[in-house]
């Protein structure tokens, strides 16, 4: 599934910043509520992950997780992870930087 996932630089420096920042985090990729399809940053331990919840890879040694349902739907697309400038979505880590995660998508 690794090959499945890849992250830019700029996203690996993020990730860097926001380790040292908030601590371990992990990444759940949001599927079209509320905040749309922005993978959302976490502080381990903030998001209660499912039964139905699978690990699509890690990024910068930050676990990368989405619902089964959505793993369905993206299973043979490839998951760029990388940031833009602005603020992320409001239940992400990154709603109070200046930057944000977003997915970018490979056919």
Known sequence: MAERLAVTDEALHFIEYMKKTHGPILFYQSSGCCDGSAPMCYQEG??????????????????????????????????????????GPAFS????EDRHFITRIEI
């Open 93 to 96: 880590l990154d709603s109070v």
């Open 46 to 87: 903030d998001f209660r992950l499912g039964d139905a919840d699978i690990c699509f890879g890690s990024i910068g040694g930050v676990p990368f997780y989405m619902h089964k349902s959505q793993y369905e739907y993206w299973q043979n697309t490839k998951l760029i992870i990388d940031v833009a400038d602005g603020r």
